[in-house]
């Protein structure tokens, strides 16, 4: 059962991705190796769920956008009260035990390990400087990384109350004249080509309907040379002779859709092969 309960109660290969967009050749790819293994702190998201209400709508195109609105807009309060910035899963070592306390410590872990992970340099001069959050939710990462860098960062988020709290959270922290937040679809992203020399996507691509349309995004706001950064959700990768998962792991993961606005989810090497597909470097 764990091998596809990834996101939630096993060590998973979700997907930390990096690939670097070079000049004119396209961006490079790397994959985390089976250490880069990590427990969820316990289940925040589905808590959120009990706040949901009855928002059922078909889990697909306008409806998934309009159920992953709704969603945010109803439980982002609950979720900053318990878990503060950020609403992502920690980066634990494996058979760590952790107390309470120590999963928003987590959480910055994973953000940090994701930077290190896809080489993010510590040399000033090398650092990003301008970045999009693709997925914001209330722009811990956004702040994290203007911090961090001394960039500018734009959040989007399908929910208003969100980049609403986002704009309020900036502001509130000094960071409003290089960060913002805005609602906008990662499929159709409100900015021009090559903008951006980080792009980072952390636990928004679970939600996205079509996974292609929203890695040719990424890469089409990624300036050359820039990097881009996807750590989401993924189910097991097939083995040989599998042509889908087993009835049992589809009826799992068909919960979990249902509950969290997510559309069908694949494999990270379902997500290697589209990165590949547009010759990116890995
Ligand atoms: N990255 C944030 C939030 C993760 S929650 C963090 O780590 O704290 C998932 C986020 O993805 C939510 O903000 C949700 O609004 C956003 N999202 C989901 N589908 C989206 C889409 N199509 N376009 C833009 N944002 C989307």
């Known amino acids: 059962m764990a091998s596809v309960f990834h996101a939630y109660h096993s060590p998973l290969p979700y997907f ?33 769920t009990r706040v949901k209400a009855a928002a059922s709508t078909t889990p697909d195109g306008r409806a998934l956008q309009v159920g992953i609105a709704e969603f945010y807009d109803k439980s982002s309060g609950l979720w900053e009260d318990i878990w503060g910035d950020h609403m992502h899963h920690g980066f634990y070592d494996p058979d760590s035990n952790v107390s309470g306390t120590d999963h928003r410590a987590a ?15 510590e040399d000033p001069a090398k ?14 990462s956004s ?17 208003q109350v969100q980049a609403g709290r986002a704009n309020v959270l900036a502001k509130a922290e000094g960071l409003a004249d290089n960060v913002s937040f805005q609602v906008a679809d990662a499929l159709n992203q409100p900015f021009p080509d090559g903008q951006f020399d980080l792009v980072w996507s952390m636990e928004s691509g679970e939600h996205m309907p079509e996974k292609a349309k929203f890695v040719n995004e990424l890469v089409r706001v990624a300036a050359p040379g820039g990097t881009i950064i996807i750590v989401t959700w993924c189910h097991r990768d097939l083995g040989p002779s599998e042509e889908s998962l087993q009835p049992w792991e589809k009826k799992l993961l068909n919960r979990i859709c249902n509950a969290y606005y997510l559309p069908e989810w694949c494999s990270t090497s379902d997500y290697v092969k589209l990165l590949q597909s547009l010759s990116l470097q890995m």
């Open 143 to 159: 702040r994290y990384l203007a911090r961090k860098y001394g960039a500018e960062c734009q959040g989007i988020t399908l929910s």
């Open 107 to 121: 959480q910055i872990r994973m953000i940090e390990e994701s930077l290190r992970f896809a080489g993010i340099s």
């Open 16 to 48: 930390p991705y990096k690939w670097q967009r070079s000049h004119p050749p396209r961006p490079s790819v790397s994959f985390p190796s089976s250490s880069f293994s990590r427990r969820c702190q316990s289940d925040a998201r589905f808590m959120a």
């Open 127 to 140: 650092q990003p400087k301008r970045i999009v959050d693709v997925g914001c939710g209330i722009g811990g």
